[in-house]
């Protein structure tokens, strides 16, 4: 079974840089799955960053795109994102999650992590 | 941004059937874009319920069950338990933000 752990700072000064790790176990990153992000802000809903393939190609949620890098290393079998000149409004947890090839499904995901914006 | 919008909250007594509405525009579940449906339970992983409309995860008791019409979508709970009791977000793709989107997230509650 597929398993995500995400990883990484708990706080981060504003106008600073959010990086974050999602390590895949249980199964190959160099599949025909794409790999995304998704946050969930403190009494919000669900919002999709973006996604990667092993290739590298990469599809950036519009509204969040200017700020966002999603990157994959597949020798590690890991993906990361960095989100930069961050603001409270980027405080939230972050998910990692495996998005099933074939569909628009995003079917196995990480616990979450939460990040703090915060000086 | 939820785009997609569900009820807020839901309630039904053990054993009862309720149902989570998930409605959309033309440019997400109207354009033909399928609809999946995610558990969300404090402390632990987002976990995949109902993907491509109406398919149960694996898993997935049948007790769960989904559907899809138009630019809505539906999840109903029959059997309704305890542990159903968390949130509940639908998911589709959206044309024209070029984004994958959710739903606004409905609570349901075991009374």
């Known amino acids: 079974q597929v398993q995500l752990q995400e990883s990484g700072p708990g706080l981060v000064k504003p106008s600073g840089t959010l990086s974050l790790t999602c390590a895949v176990s249980?199964?190959?990153?160099?599949?025909?799955?794409?790999w995304s992000w998704v946050r969930q802000s403190p009494g919000k809903g669900l919002e999709w960053i973006g996604q990667?393939?092993?290739?590298?190609?990469?599809n950036y949620n519009p509204s969040l795109s200017s700020r966002v890098i999603i990157s994959v290393d597949k020798f590690k079998n890991q993906f990361s994102l960095k989100f930069s000149s961050v603001t409270a409004a980027d405080t939230a947890v972050y998910y990692c999650a495996r998005q099933q090839s074939g569909t628009t499904s995003l079917d196995y995901w990480g616990r979450g992590t939460l990040v703090t914006v915060s000086s | 941004q939820s785009v997609l919008t569900q009820p807020p909250s839901v309630s039904g007594a053990p054993g009862q059937r309720v149902t989570i509405s998930c409605t959309g525009t033309s440019s997400n579940i109207g354009a033909g874009h399928d609809v999946h449906w995610l558990q969300l339970l404090p402390g632990t992983a987002p976990r995949r319920l109902i993907y491509n409309n109406k398919n149960r995860a694996s898993g997935v008791p049948d007790r769960f069950s989904g559907s899809k019409s138009g630019t809505s979508a539906s999840l109903a709970i029959t059997g309704l338990q305890a542990e159903d009791e968390g949130d509940y977000y639908c998911q589709s793709y959206d044309s024209s933000l070029n984004a994958y989107v959710f739903g606004t997230g409905t609570k349901v509650t075991v009374l």
């Open positions: 990667i393939f092993h290739s590298g190609i990469t």
């Open positions: 249980g199964g190959s990153i160099n599949s025909d799955d794409w």
